[in-house]
């Protein structure tokens, strides 16, 4: 059996002459996904796969395809006669296009085995003599596809052969994801090696020493893993033992270690290259000499094997010397290599003689946090998700190293200036100021990926979401986060319900969820409230809608801002949570303070109409009646009617109360989601209601409490007296109660997804303000039985996770277009059509 090495992201082409078994050989080792065939394109362009007039056109198809499969990421298998330079070359063109790996398998059969299956396919007409040339071309083949480009070629000789041969996947060598760290990235050190061993001893490495007293290996207690950017060597004093503990190191498994452009500079004199003796390398040539030929080979060797970048912890963390763009991570090609040691220049030099380096970071928008070095900066800074290292140690400044995942920065002074910088430190090149968004980054079909799962952003919806976003909503600097809509239970069978808290409790417990927490539902407008101790990033603080759009505006929001504020600090809140902020989800109070307009125009006029009309038609049916028609049923049905109008009335009239400004306006705050640093979603709801329930205390005026239950799933009892609670909520004119699981927002299922962060369970009264005053009349019951409830669940979550990825944005100060991408996405989200009554 032959084992195909082939990696796992690489275009391939099949080789072979017609009736080599080429498309069968794709059949049996790969998915017909990955197989693009030139007879498929040929139907497609022309109707006839056998249509040779239209190969040029059938070619490039193939080949516009292929490159979309490549640039996704996606494994790519040409099957085709892939005899012709010309048409290889093409093949070739689209690797190197996406950074991809070109691998040829060639399936060589006797020419009588190929031409006996020719003779048996009635859709192939050519002659022998074709065949004999194919076989010709095949033979000239051999030599010229390494030269060609082709980095791997297996060649498989007869049936036999093709037959047991087998594909095996490869990873390509800068694909580490399975190591998750944590991670020490260590920036250039240039030879510093007492700087070195000063840092790696404060992140709290133990050195390892040789007889002679030399680091040659450094380990962690806690396991930790160090990584180092490159530029190991020149300039500094002491290149060969920079070299001697990081190849101790990386062989210890104790680090991993990418080239920068100085090792590779290095590998090419040690080789004998004409190489100029400038920026430090004539010094690291001058340590050199007076180190062991072993040792200097095994540097040579070690060098040699380095490989241009890593992608780690899942694809998370990409670590490259100079930085990487999104579209290299993962690749593999010279172009990406060159990227990676030298970065990207303008093609222009400055005042010091030293290229100009395009500032790549500034237009990052990649998920994966980049590390890197290369150009010294006075201060690392983050930009767009990407940090340089690069603190210039040997000109004087500091060795630096990031901690990963906690983003900790760790330096340590150089000990003197070792080298004289040709240009002095200066800060990284900005990024785009964070005040400034881009259009593009929001608008036309866009698929977003973030830590809680993805989703598709339709061009209609994002237009949808623009429209409101740029008309009326708040500032986007103070606009951090949405709230997801939130789906109901599933529908009730008990008699006159369409919701009951049995189908909350069961949905949940179908989700694994063993406790949850029962919440009053407040009927008012929902408010998310960002609120500062002092003006600062966010201007004092913001007050605006579900949808983003100023609450009250100026000049209550600010009035209702400081009534928050006063109440934190009475709280004690500032100082305990460590911040000087705070985002608050909150109902505001009543109904009527933001939604007069909507009670007027759309409830009020149905329950007016109904109470003037019905009397009436009652006064006339019963005269009716007097004079012997026979009209007792339409009475009874009128007489229903006018009971479900007075019920539908009294429902809406319970959340209708006088304002006047904030005079009679209330806040119910259910969770605190976020401060400086840090995102409160994964806080249980004890711990968001207490928070709730001080503010309450420290304002009582203002503050509305929101009453719960605390409910154990498992304990038949429990569930009882949560039902029978919500039902005296609710036949008190309560609206009813959200039931959410108790572990918090970002609360998880057994099997590791997001679970619904609350369902709402609303009482019977409530719904006819809904469903309109009849809706609990049998036949309209039956047919509400009947909705469909899948569509608002699904945007929930989508929604839920959106936010969820905002908070955590929020909380790492992400750049201001990575949180408004998110929050922007949420609201595209409510543009789905989705029936609004659920």
């Not at 030269?147 to 047991?164: N, W």
């Not at 572990?743 to 719904?767: N, V």
């Not at 979550?797 to 990575?818: I, K, N, Q, V």
């Amino acid at each position: 059996m032959t084992v195909l090495d082939i990696p796992e992201l690489a275009l391939v082409a099949l080789v072979g002459v017609s009736g080599a078994g080429k498309s069968t050989f794709a059949r049996r080792h790969f998915a017909p996904s990955q197989v693009l065939s030139s007879d498929m394109f040929r139907a497609l362009v022309a109707d006839d796969e056998n249509d040779q007039s239209a190969s040029a056109d059938a070619f490039d198809a193939l080949h516009h395809v292929a490159g979309i499969r490549l640039r996704r990421g996606r494994l790519t298998v040409v099957d085709a006669t892939n005899l012709q330079p010309h048409a290889r070359a093409g093949l070739i063109r689209v690797a190197r296009e996406h950074d991809v790996l070109p691998v040829a398998i060639v399936l060589d059969v006797p020419e009588t085995v190929a031409w006996e299956r020719t003779e048996g396919r009635a859709d192939r007409t050519h002659g022998r003599p074709v065949l004999a040339r194919m076989r010709r071309d095949l033979r000239q083949s051999y030599g010229r596809l390494a030269r060609e480009g082709f980095r791997k070629v297996h060649v498989l000789r007869g049936v036999d052969e093709i037959d047991a041969a087998e594909v095996s996947y490869e990873k390509l060598f800068n694909d580490r994801r399975e190591l998750t760290g944590p991670f020490d990235v260590v920036g250039d050190v240039h030879g510093c090696r007492a700087e070195l061993e000063a840092l790696l001893s404060r992140l709290g490495y133990a050195l390892c020493r040789d007889d002679a007293g030399r680091p040659v290996d450094a380990t962690h207690p806690a396991g930790r893993t160090a990584v180092f950017v490159g530029d190991l060597v020149d300039r500094g004093p002491d290149s060969p033992g920079v070299l001697r503990l990081v190849m101790g190191m990386v062989a210890a498994g104790h680090a991993i270690c990418v080239p920068g452009n100085h090792e590779q500079k290095l590998l090419r004199k040690l080789r004998g290259r004409d190489v100029r003796l400038t920026h430090g390398l004539a010094e690291t040539m001058a340590q050199l000499a007076a180190e062991p030929a072993e040792f200097v080979a095994e540097a040579e060797t070690f060098i040699d094997g380095l490989v241009s970048h890593y992608v780690l912890d899942g694809g998370r963390l990409v670590v490259a010397h100079a930085g990487l763009k999104e579209a290299y991570h993962g690749r593999a090609s010279g172009r990406v290599r060159s990227f990676a040691l030298y970065g990207e220049t303008t093609g222009e030099t400055d005042e010091y003689g030293l290229p100009v380096r395009y500032p790549w970071a500034r237009d990052y928008r990649g998920s994966a946090m980049v590390v890197y070095g290369h150009t010294p900066i006075a201060e690392p800074e983050w930009v767009n998700n990407t940090i340089c290292l690069d603190t210039g140690c040997v000109f004087g400044g500091r060795l630096t190293a990031l901690r990963y995942p906690e983003k900790e920065l760790v330096a340590v002074p150089a000990e003197r200036e070792w080298y004289a910088p040709a240009r002095p430190l200066v800060p990284p090149a900005p990024a785009r100021p964070d005040t400034v968004l881009d259009l593009a980054d929001v608008t036309g079909r866009r698929h977003l990926t973030h830590a809680y799962g993805s989703l598709t952003v339709p061009a209609e919806n994002a237009a949808a979401a623009l429209e409101v976003m740029s008309r009326y909503a708040v500032d986007p600097g103070r606009l951090v986060w949405l709230p997801p809509t939130m789906a109901p239970c599933s529908t009730s069978t008990v008699e006159g319900f369409l919701e009951h808290p049995a189908e909350a409790f069961a949905d949940y417990r179908a989700a694994g969820v063993d406790r949850v927490v029962c919440e009053e539902k407040h009927m008012g407008s929902r408010a998310v409230v960002l609120v500062e101790r002092e003006p600062g990033r966010f201007g004092g603080g913001v007050v605006h809608t579900r949808t983003g759009r100023p609450f009250f505006g100026p000049p209550l929001d600010e009035e209702l801002l400081a009534r928050v504020r006063a109440a934190v600090t009475t709280a004690g809140l500032w100082a305990e949570l460590d911040t000087d902020w705070l985002l608050l989800d909150t109902e505001l109070l009543p109904w009527s303070a933001k939604a007069g307009g909507l009670i007027r125009e759309q409830y009020a006029g149905v329950g007016a109409a109904g109470r003037a009309a019905l009397p009436a038609v009652l006064a006339t049916l019963d005269a009716a009646a007097g004079r012997g028609l026979p009209v007792d049923g339409l009475r009874a049905r009128m007489a229903r009617r006018a009971a479900e109008v007075t019920a539908y009335s009294t429902a809406y009239r319970a959340y209708v109360g006088p304002t006047d400004g904030l005079r009679g306006v209330t806040l119910a705050p259910f969770a605190v989601l976020a401060g400086a640093g840090v995102s409160f979603a994964d806080r249980d709801h004890g711990w968001h209601l207490a928070l709730a329930d001080r503010l309450r205390t420290a304002d009582p005026e203002f503050f509305t409490p929101t009453r719960r239950l605390v409910v154990e799933l498992a304990d038949e009892a429990a569930v009882v007296d949560a039902t029978e609670w919500w039902l005296a909520l609710t036949s008190s004119g309560g609206e009813g109660m959200v039931v959410k699981p108790y572990a918090g927002p970002a609360a998880r299922s057994p099997k590791g997804s997001l679970l619904q962060p609350g369902i709402k369970c609303r009482g019977r009264e409530y719904l006819r303000i809904i469903y309109g005053p009849g809706y609990t009349e049998p036949a309209q019951l039956a047919a509400l039985r009947k909705r469909s409830l899948g569509r608002k669940r699904g945007l929930a979550l989508r929604e839920h996770s959106l936010g969820l990825a905002a908070l955590d944005a929020l909380a790492d100060d992400a750049p201001l277009w990575r949180r408004h991408e998110l929050v922007f996405a949420i609201l595209a989200c409510e543009s789905d059509p989705v029936d609004p009554r659920l």
